[in-house]
């Protein structure tokens, strides 16, 4: 028997699993689906949305004067809600973020000035369309004003004189940026995708590879285990890192995604998505390890994934919710990988920026695969 | 015929499952180039006894060479020289005979000519055919083929026979001769008796762990016969399964 007595690579082996493990993922319909489709219903939906009666939040200066007509006629004008009895600072971090429209400052009569009065309106990026939309109900508030004061100039007509004269509208617009639908919906069904995919894909597979046998075949091969898992893990990661680049593209060229440093920003998003596939990937070897048979696994897995689905800002904020849920929602991994992500794409954060949620999924990850040790079966 | 060369030495063999006896003081060899059956009821401790070698199950305690490598400290060197079939394993889903031998032959490392792979166990039409969509017979013809992936020096075969048909059984009868003549030497498991007649050079009877009678089958029948033994019924010269086969033909048939 003449035998090749070679150095017996376990890498070679190891990609030889990756690529059998590759190509069957391409072929399952559901990887392909939670992957790729899912995020994508979802990001089309949500892309296409627009907020379809235009509501108005409406910072209110805590200096303004509440006397004055202006304000009178302001807080007339439909579906504006004003936003009173908050300190400066308060007002200011909401209009940066997005939560207030524009910021309203009515000064007090100053009779030294041509203008009497001057009406300040701050807006943001964050939210610029309202914000124009705040302006020009002013500016129409204030026209008609100036316009009837100037009418009662002319007619020697001295009733208006207590509104202390013209008005002088200035207009400021803040240095944030315009925050699309898609720059929230976008990260957070990437974050999604990964978390079903590494917890649903990781528990199925090593499953059936386990009951039909086809692990226990692999052992009877001088391949290691731990590199059956690296295989296994590569093809994943390299499927979903993938995915994520469909999704990126797709978002960013047909909805406008905001990439605030193009290709260093989707790179640090795809780090961070492999980062988060691996820590979910041990979730499902935990749910592979404790589920009897295959009809526990979507139950079990769903126990991890739903109420991340729900509580880890996917789809709303989660500032929105009460504070005891929010208490939840800050412990679950998914809720960082979304907030990682998001930093990462519209405020343009490098990896060191996001060190805090990173950590915490780390974290979790150490918890997780302490488990999956713990819970594993081979056979 | 062979050299007598021992490549499997299996001494007082044991393994216990929590308080079950699975194996119980089991002691035989193989020698190089022979087809060794392992026979016994089900439950007998032959898979345990046959996955000890393989080196899938760690053993009690007892002594197993496996061509002169012990299982205890050489297992990984015993995997690259021996092909193993496993009872009902399944194959990696979603993908074709084709990409399946690629993936055996990364993890064996080694270079093949899939055709020529294929073409041994009769599959050369099926490389694109998922494993799944094969009929028993082809099915249990592929598995022999990924042992054959990395020349070894000894295949175990578990059961392979197991649910075929006559034609299906006696197709994968020529192949284990076939791949004998190359060289190979072959351990079986089987509960079929003319099987192991048909196939054994060397069989051990194993019952509840124990091996109860290791001989050629001529001499236990001939032991057997000896002892005064006579059958019940009269020998006919044909049974009912040469009835069958000459019905319905030897041709493989398995498509």
């Known amino acids: 028997m003449n035998r090749e007595e070679k150095q017996y690579s376990q890498w070679t082996a190891m990609l030889a699993i990756s690529r059998a493990s590759f190509r069957s993922i391409t072929r399952s319909p559901s990887a392909v689906i939670f992957t790729i489709a899912f995020p994508l219903v979802f990001i089309i939906a949500f892309g296409f949305i627009n907020p379809g009666r235009i509501k108005l939040e409406v910072g209110l200066h805590p200096g303004s004067d509440t006397s004055s007509a202006i304000y009178r006629s302001f807080i007339l004008t439909p579906n504006v809600k004003l936003v009173k009895d908050q300190g400066l600072g308060l007002l200011e971090s909401g209009l940066n973020k997005g939560r207030l429209d524009a910021l309203l400052f009515i000064h007090p009569p100053d009779s030294t000035r041509v203008a009497g009065r001057v009406v300040e309106v701050i807006t943001s990026k964050s939210s610029r369309e309202k914000g124009r939309f705040v302006e020009s109900i002013l500016t129409n508030i204030i026209d008609k004003g100036n316009l009837a004061f100037l009418k009662a100039r002319i007619h020697s007509e001295k009733y208006l004189e207590h509104e202390g004269g013209l008005t002088e509208f200035r207009e400021t617009e803040i240095a944030g940026r315009e925050y699309k639908m898609i720059d929230f919906i976008l990260p957070g069904q990437l974050g999604f995708s990964i978390l079903s995919a590494g917890v649903f894909g990781t528990a199925f597979v090593f499953f059936s590879l386990r009951q039909t046998l086809v692990l226990k075949r692999f052992f009877a091969t001088p391949v290691k285990r731990s590199f059956i898992i690296l295989g296994e893990a590569l093809s994943r990661l390299v499927f979903q890192v993938i995915g994520a680049i469909i999704i990126i593209l797709i978002g960013k060229f047909a909805f406008g995604f905001t990439l605030i440093h193009g290709v260093v920003t989707v790179l640090n998003m795809l780090i961070l998505s492999a980062i988060g596939l691996i820590v979910f990937m041990g979730f499902g070897f935990v749910v592979s390890g404790i589920a009897k048979n295959e009809s526990v696994i979507p139950p079990i897995a769903n126990i991890v994934t739903l109420p991340q689905f729900l509580l880890s800002g996917t789809f709303f904020p989660v500032d929105v919710f009460p504070d005891w849920l929010q208490s939840i929602s800050r412990a679950l991994p998914l809720t960082y990988l979304n907030d990682a992500l998001r930093q990462v794409a519209f405020e343009g954060a490098g990896l060191t920026d996001v060190l805090t949620p990173l950590l915490f999924i780390l974290g979790w990850g150490v918890v997780v695969y302490a488990l999956a040790v713990r819970f594993f079966r081979w056979e | ?255």
């Open chain 2, 1 to 255: 015929m062979e050299s007598r060369e021992p490549i499997i030495q299996v001494e007082g063999l044991t393994k216990h499952y929590d308080q079950v006896m699975a194996v119980n003081g089991i002691s035989f060899s193989v020698y190089r180039g022979e087809i060794f059956g392992l026979l016994g009821p089900n439950g007998a401790g032959k898979t345990t006894t046959l996955e000890i070698i393989e080196t899938l199950r760690k053993k009690t305690s007892g002594k197993v060479l496996v061509t002169g490598l012990s299982v205890d400290n050489k297992s990984s060197e015993i995997k690259k020289r021996i092909g193993v079939q496993l009872q009902s394993a399944g194959y990696y889903p979603n993908l074709t005979l084709w990409e399946l031998l690629k993936l055996f032959s990364g993890l064996y490392n080694r270079k093949t000519d899939r055709n020529e792979l294929l073409k041994s166990v009769g599959l050369e039409e099926k490389a694109y055919a998922h494993f799944k969509q094969l009929s028993g017979g082809q099915k249990q013809r592929f598995s022999i083929c990924t042992t054959l992936i990395n020349n070894p020096e000894i295949i175990f075969l578990d059961e392979p026979t197991t649910g075929l048909d006559p034609q299906a059984r006696r197709n994968l009868w020529e192949l284990i001769l076939a791949i004998r003549k190359s060289g190979t030497t072959i351990v079986i498991t089987t509960h079929y008796m003319d099987e192991a007649e048909e196939l054994c050079d060397r069989v051990a009877v194993v019952e509840k762990g124990k091996i109860i009678a290791q001989d050629s089958p001529a001499q236990l029948i001939e032991n057997l016969v000896r002892s005064g033994f006579t059958r019940k019924k009269e020998v006919r010269n044909a049974n009912l399964e040469d009835v069958f086969l000459s019905l319905t033909g030897k041709e493989w048939r398995d498509e």
